[in-house]
């Protein structure tokens, strides 16, 4: 894991909710290994987040979307 996405996974797993902590890492883990070996897509990012979303607390998830949505827009092409 490199120093990005170290900060990005203490920060979800900071705003997650204790019950779905497992399947968030599981998520994570199979996020950065996509980064890592290239073979992460737009396709895949459009299936995986939600999943991730929906592990994350109810009072984060809105802020969380607004944030992730500006982050790709800026940095992924589409």
């Known amino acids: 894991m490199n120093a990005n996405q170290q900060q990005f996974y203490d920060y ?4 997650a909710q204790e019950d779905k ?3 968030l890492k599981a ?3 199979e996020n950065f290994r996509r980064q890592d070996d290239g073979s ?3 396709e895949y990012m ?4 939600p999943k991730l ?3 994350l607390k109810p009072e984060f998830r809105e802020q969380f979307t607004q ?3 500006t ?5 992924v092409e589409v």
Do not use: C, P
Not at 12 to 15: A, G, K, L, R
Not at 46 to 49: A, L, Y
Not at 71 to 75: E, G, I, T, W
């Open 46 to 49: 459009m299936e995986s987040g």
């Open 12 to 15: 979800v797993t900071s705003i």
């Open 27 to 29: 998520i994570l883990a």
């Open 71 to 75: 982050f790709l827009a800026d940095h």
């Open 67 to 69: 944030t992730m949505t």
């Open 21 to 23: 902590l497992d399947d």
């Open 40 to 42: 992460m897509t737009k």
């Open 53 to 55: 979303i929906d592990t």
